[in-house]
């Protein structure tokens, strides 16, 4: 990641603000910067050094953003019957 975008981050940091979203927003959300993610990583390929810097931003708030969003109960529930599946066969 270059300085600028570096600093580009840490300024959105510093200005960032509490929203109240919902999981359905976040999943919008998500589903958006996924997009722009396929979008950008094609233009990057095609040899666009301004989409690779955006495309490094967008990662890096796809991944915020999932970090932020909250795991729904039933995501919980079959992530733990998962593992128990693969540890005790």
């Known amino acids: 990641m270059t300085k600028q975008a570096h600093r580009k981050i840490e300024k959105m940091l510093e200005n960032a603000h509490n929203l109240d979203l919902s999981v359905r927003d976040l999943k919008l ?40 969003a909250p795991q729904r109960e039933s995501e919980n529930r079959k992530s733990w019957i998962g593992l128990t599946r693969a540890l005790f066969g």
């Open 29 to 68: 959300i998500q589903d958006a910067l996924y997009t722009q993610e396929k979008i950008l990583s094609v233009q990057s390929r095609a040899g666009g050094n301004a989409a690779k810097l955006r495309l490094n931003e967008v990662k890096e708030l796809m991944r915020r953003v999932d970090v932020k």
